[in-house]
């Protein structure tokens, strides 16, 4: 008896393969369980209720098969995260890019001409450009079931609405305790670096709670379920908002800085190229690395940018500090954010193995065998 199952779950898991990839991936494992499990339970009420049973199945198989494909040949599959498994096209791609490329611009333009008035002026009309392209693709991407080139412009809403409104009043309501724990007030050089340290990661900390509670409210409200159920099956998309909210945090690593132009450039072309690579791949081992390899350029030029350009600045004493001294003190809040960020954008790809494992053992030996 066992065998006999054996045998038509085998034949059962062959059939499974003339549906379309994206059925298949994700009803296959489920289809194939549950059959399991009806063909155990006919066959302890007989041969005559497993005749009916696999005739039952066997007569609908080849109408659901053509369903199937046809639904998936007028890119209606089943799956609803269907579009972010299919390459993107070339206006696709440069959506998504462009919330990485867009803000290039800006230094660019002083770099080339210097900080003249008109320049600062057509730079703050760029911003809010910007802001409005931002607003609008997160409209389109409501609108379009939250397409897989949408995903960055969400992260970076969301993060810096976060970082701006959320971690700075929470900061401030342990802001004390943390001073009074590292005995800030002696101004050494290890309190100083100790409290850059804190503030670094609570501010990667807060932000990824955040972003991951408001995730998890928007699967109550139906315009936005869409969206949990694409993070639901491809964690990675949770990876790319942490990402993306690096091209905020790149004007709080340089905030009041000057000359500091070339240095921003370099460190968004890495994150173009890490998102370009994340764009172009559907292996989630490579996106991930992609991720990962970006946001390490990309702190490594901060970092660099910052030890170089600190020593031009015009902030009087440095809070009380040489050039060598402050140095360490900014050096350690942006390794910081590094750490942090590789950490946060990890996280989900972990997450993102756990079902597997449970897929994996999800049908016992045991339950091959009739009782």
Same mark, same amino acid.
């Given at each position: 008896?066992?065998?006999?199952?054996?045998?038509?779950?085998?034949?059962?898991?062959?059939?499974?393969?003339?549906?379309?990839?994206?059925?298949?991936?994700?009803?296959?494992?489920?289809?194939?369980?549950?059959?399991?499990?009806?063909?155990?339970? $006919?066959?302890?009420?007989?041969?005559?209720?497993?005749?009916?049973?696999?005739?039952?199945?066997?007569?609908?198989?080849? $109408?659901?098969?053509?369903?199937?494909?046809?639904?998936?040949?007028?890119?209606?599959?089943?799956?609803?995260?269907?579009?972010?498994?299919?390459?993107?096209?070339?206006?696709?791609?440069?959506?998504?890019?462009?919330?990485?490329?867009?803000?290039?611009?800006?230094?660019?333009?002083?770099?080339?001409?210097?900080?003249?008035?008109?320049?600062?002026?057509?730079?703050?009309?760029?911003?809010?450009?910007?802001?409005?392209?931002?607003?609008?693709?997160?409209?389109?991407?409501?609108?379009?079931?939250?397409?897989?080139?949408?995903?960055?412009?969400?992260?970076?809403?969301?993060?810096?609405?976060?970082?701006?409104?959320?971690?700075?009043?929470?900061?401030?309501?342990?802001?004390?305790?943390?001073?009074?724990?590292?005995?800030?007030?002696?101004?050494?050089?290890?309190?100083?670096?100790?409290?850059?340290?804190?503030?670094?990661?609570?501010?990667?900390?807060?932000?990824?709670?955040?972003?991951?509670?408001?995730?998890?409210?928007?699967?109550?409200?139906?315009?936005?379920?869409?969206?949990?159920?694409?993070?639901?099956?491809?964690?990675?998309?949770?990876?790319?908002?942490?990402?993306?909210?690096?091209?905020?945090?790149? &004007?709080?690593?340089? &905030? &009041?800085? $000057?000359?500091?132009?070339?240095?921003?450039?370099?460190?968004?072309?890495?994150?173009?190229?890490? $998102?370009?690579?994340?764009?172009?791949?559907?292996?989630?081992?490579?996106?991930?690395?992609?991720?990962?390899?970006?946001?390490?350029?990309?702190?490594?030029?901060?970092?660099?940018?910052?030890?170089?350009?600190?020593?031009?600045?015009?902030?009087?004493?440095?809070?009380?500090?040489?050039?060598?001294?402050?140095?360490?003190?900014?050096?350690?809040?942006?390794?910081?954010?590094?750490?942090?960020?590789?950490?946060?954008?990890?996280?989900?790809?972990?997450?993102?193995?756990?079902?597997?494992?449970?897929?994996?053992?999800?049908?016992?030996?045991?339950?091959?065998?009739?009782?």
């Amino acid at each position: 008896m066992r065998v006999l199952v054996r045998i038509f779950v085998w034949l059962y898991a062959q059939s499974l393969k003339i549906y379309p990839s994206s059925f298949r991936d994700e009803y296959g494992e489920e289809m194939e369980m549950v059959f399991t499990m009806s063909v155990l339970s $006919a066959m302890q009420n007989g041969c005559q209720s497993f005749i009916l049973y696999f005739w039952r199945e066997l007569k609908d198989w080849p $109408a659901s098969v053509f369903r199937e494909h046809l639904k998936a040949k007028r890119g209606k599959s089943t799956n609803p995260d269907h579009l972010a498994w299919r390459p993107l096209n070339v206006k696709e791609l440069l959506t998504g890019l462009a919330l990485f490329v867009l803000p290039t611009i800006s230094p660019f333009l002083k770099l080339i001409f210097g900080y003249k008035p008109v320049i600062n002026n057509i730079v703050y009309i760029f911003t809010l450009t910007i802001l409005i392209i931002v607003l609008i693709i997160i409209v389109l991407g409501i609108k379009n079931g939250f397409p897989r080139w949408s995903i960055p412009y969400f992260g970076v809403a969301i993060t810096t609405i976060i970082m701006l409104q959320v971690v700075y009043p929470l900061w401030a309501l342990f802001v004390d305790n943390v001073r009074m724990m590292i005995n800030y007030s002696t101004r050494t050089l290890a309190a100083r670096i100790q409290y850059s340290v804190l503030l670094s990661s609570f501010f990667w900390l807060v932000s990824f709670m955040g972003l991951t509670l408001l995730i998890l409210l928007l699967m109550v409200w139906p315009r936005t379920r869409k969206l949990a159920q694409r993070i639901r099956q491809d964690w990675t998309l949770i990876s790319f908002m942490v990402y993306s909210a690096l091209v905020f945090d790149l &004007e709080l690593i340089f &905030e &009041e800085y $000057a000359y500091d132009e070339a240095w921003k450039i370099a460190s968004r072309i890495c994150l173009v190229v890490g $998102a370009w690579i994340y764009f172009k791949n559907a292996n989630q081992r490579k996106r991930i690395l992609a991720l990962l390899a970006g946001a390490t350029l990309f702190f490594g030029i901060a970092a660099v940018g910052q030890w170089v350009v600190l020593p031009l600045q015009s902030w009087g004493d440095f809070y009380g500090y040489d050039h060598w001294t402050y140095r360490r003190v900014m050096l350690s809040g942006t390794l910081t954010g590094w750490v942090s960020a590789l950490l946060f954008m990890l996280i989900p790809a972990l997450i993102n193995l756990i079902p597997r494992l449970r897929k994996a053992d999800s049908i016992p030996e045991e339950t091959l065998t009739p009782a």
